[in-house]
């Protein structure tokens, strides 16, 4: 799901020459900095000068409206309705299949915290998952006595989602499931390799086998071309303020319908509530696993920042532009001597993950930590991309609005650090 052959891309090329380009980042201010270069829309993207309006207005129009009127509690409501067909629509699902969250991490503890796990139960998980999620297995290990199992997923990192070896993924997940594993916990693309887990081959192997499909989905959201129902997944977990570029504090999470009965929230409050008495009658959706209040004036900047990326072709197409760039940038750091990729396949999403070789770059730069030496390309000539721990590198990350100055750049300051 979600990938496009090479054939396409290269038919897209012409797309990427710049030109349309310049004047639709010209409408993200934090790209109009100059001489700043970005590469973090893994940790957060850029918002949009309407997005970024809109979220002022809105604060002020509750405030002309009356904050706690019913005028204003009507605005909301049709703002947090609006906001979940948005989503829905992009993932072609029902809104009823939508949870509204502030983050990735909230929707996975909603979705793992989920089950009646019972002692002796296990959970699987890939070798690549995010700390914050491996924490929260954790704590359900703690609580309830479960069994946590990893699959060695990093040792297909040189294999492509669809390529012949992405079976070789399902085979070896397969492999670690045992009689009592209840879920299945994985990215959708990995955040520390950017490689894209075959996802409905997973989803079908794990049903047939009576076990849960979660997905961390914090780096395939406005990357992918997603379609959630056929993917089988049965919780897509993700925050909107990545790839999508909307506000930070906002996220969903999409629970497969068919097992609606088969999960309690853990937490819960009037949002899940149908309002008649006796309480509690659960609303039969999405709503269920809602708490309370939000900050609702945000609402529009994420269904704008979503229409913004749609007004530059599909999501298919930026996805494709998102592959192009990425291999442009693989292949110039692969054709550096002092600079090795992670992964050794052409990329095929937007996160690419390098290594500074250190007997080979003689720059006493080059000699200090990876973190150390994305600090000095901040600081010293604002290119912004992120150390990582596991494994220790550096990571770019490559957007639909990132442009081929951007990757020139990042390209000629990398290649000083081999000059003593
Ligand atoms: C794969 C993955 N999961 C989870 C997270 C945490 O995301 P959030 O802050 O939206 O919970 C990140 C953030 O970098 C991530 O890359």
């Avoid at 002022?56 to 204003?72: D, L, P, W």
């Avoid at 916990?185 to 075959?198: A, E, F, K, R, Y």
């Avoid at 937007?350 to 390309?377: C, D, M, P, V």
């Amino acid at each position: 799901m979600g990938l496009i052959s090479s054939a396409v891309i290269s038919d897209n090329l012409e797309r990427d020459r710049e030109v349309d380009l310049f004047d639709h980042r010209s409408q993200f201010p934090a790209l109009e900095v100059a001489h700043r270069h970005y590469f973090n829309y893994g940790g957060q993207g850029v918002i949009c000068a309407d997005a970024l309006d809109s979220i002022t207005k809105n604060f002020r129009h509750i405030e002309s409206i009356g904050c706690f009127s019913n005028a204003a509690g009507a605005w909301m409501m049709a703002e947090y309705g609006a906001t979940k067909d948005a989503i829905a629509q992009e993932l072609q699902v029902s809104p009823n299949t939508i949870t509204l969250t502030e983050n990735t991490t909230i929707g996975c503890n909603i979705a793992l915290w989920a089950l009646d796990w019972q002692q002796g139960d296990r959970i699987l998980l890939s070798d690549c998952e995010h700390p914050g999620i491996i924490a929260s297995v954790v704590q359900i290990q703690k609580r309830f006595g479960i069994e946590i199992d990893y699959f060695p997923l990093t040792k297909t990192r040189n294999s492509s989602a669809d390529g012949e070896d992405s079976i070789s993924v399902v085979e070896l997940l397969v492999q670690h499931l045992q009689p009592k594993t209840r879920m299945v916990m994985i990215s959708h693309i990995c955040w520390n390799t950017g490689q894209v887990l075959p996802l409905k081959a997973i989803a079908q192997a794990c049903h047939e086998r009576n076990v849960l499909v979660t997905v961390d989905a914090a780096q395939s959201v406005g990357v992918l071309l997603l379609n959630l129902e056929d993917s089988g997944a049965d919780f897509y977990a993700f925050t909107t303020h990545k790839w999508w570029c909307a506000p930070l504090g906002l996220g969903a999470l999409y629970i497969r319908p068919e097992i609606f009965d088969q999960i309690e929230p853990v937490f819960v409050g009037w949002r899940g509530l149908t309002g008649k008495l006796p309480i509690p009658q659960w609303r039969q959706d999405g709503a269920k696993f809602e708490v309370a209040s939000s900050t609702y004036a945000l609402y529009e900047a994420l269904r704008i920042a979503i229409a913004k990326a749609n007004s530059w072709g599909s999501q298919s197409q930026r996805y494709v532009r998102i592959c192009q760039l990425s291999k442009i940038l693989w292949e110039k750091l692969d054709a550096l001597p002092h600079i090795d990729c992670v992964r050794q396949v052409p990329p095929e999403s937007g996160l690419i993950s390098f290594t500074i070789n250190r007997e080979l770059a003689k720059n006493e730069i080059a000699q200090q930590s990876h973190s150390l030496i994305a600090k000095h390309l901040e600081l010293e000539h604002q290119i912004l991309i992120r150390a990582l721990p596991e494994p220790d590198c550096l990571r770019a990350s490559v957007h639909y609005l990132t442009s081929i100055t951007d990757i020139d750049r990042l390209i000629v300051i990398l290649e000083t650090l081999s000059i003593n």
